[in-house]
């Protein structure tokens, strides 16, 4: 199994600013992704952060919005910028280390004013 | 890409009864399943998995059945108690392409245990 930490583990921000928040695993994992989870919703896959090259987005979401770095197999960032009160959820990374399982992170929850 | 029709909550329970959750999913190829928990305040954590056609997962009393001809992973639980109340995710993972290793999740069933 992985242990995967992220931080900040929450936030209050302002409108219009922007937060990134870190992911760290354990342990190499092949691959490596950010989840949302808006307030009594399910969980939306907003991209694959790929090590050494640009993320892949899922519909609906974009890389100005929320750009992903993942310079090595155990680290990765989501920032999620200019940020509005509808950006305000829980985000959530996971990896998957070549086990056909994905575990995650405590998540981080955000509140944005 | 995946889909999954979880059944809808909440569901409430008194401890000791027996429960099933459905889950109901389509996906192109044959994906592995899993039942993800998420407790008040916390994470997300694995229940349980099956990556195959007929296996069964288990975890904590929790079983879950890979039936591929319903497509379905149903989760159930002999006898519930008061520490299960919690949000329940089914989720297949994409197989190939694409969708390889990414998670569909339900919308999640509230689960309620009263003693």
């Known amino acids: 199994s992985a242990v995967i930490s992220q931080k900040p583990s929450r936030d209050i921000c302002q409108r219009g600013t922007s937060l990134t928040i870190q992911c760290q695993v354990d342990s190499q994992v092949t691959m490596m992704f950010w989840y949302r989870q808006q307030p009594g919703q399910s969980l939306t896959l907003i991209a694959t952060a790929n090590q050494g090259s640009e993320a892949t987005y899922e519909s609906g979401f974009v890389i100005d919005k929320f750009p992903i770095s993942r310079p090595n197999l155990t680290f990765s960032t989501l920032t999620v910028s200019n940020m509005s009160p509808e950006d305000s959820s829980i985000y959530l990374c996971?990896?998957?280390?070549?086990?056909?399982?994905?575990?995650f992170g405590p998540g981080t929850r955000l509140t944005v004013l | 890409g995946n889909s999954v029709t979880q059944m809808e909550g909440p569901v409430t329970l008194s401890e000791e009864a027996f429960l099933t959750i459905n889950c109901t999913y389509t996906a192109t190829g044959y994906p592995s399943l899993f039942w993800y928990v998420q407790y008040p305040g916390e994470g997300l954590q694995l229940l349980l998995k099956?990556?195959?056609?007929?296996d069964k997962g288990s975890n904590k009393g929790f079983e879950a059945t890979y039936r591929k001809e319903t497509t379905s992973f149903h989760l159930e639980k002999g006898s519930v108690q008061v520490s299960d109340s919690a949000v329940y995710f089914c989720?297949?993972?994409?197989?190939?392409?694409?969708?390889?290793?990414?998670?569909?999740f339900g919308q999640g069933t509230i689960l309620t245990v009263h003693p």
């Open positions: 989720a297949p993972m994409g197989a190939g392409g694409t969708s390889y290793g990414k998670l569909t």
């Open positions: 996971s990896g998957e280390a070549g086990t056909d399982t994905q575990y």
């Open positions: 099956a990556t195959k056609a007929d």
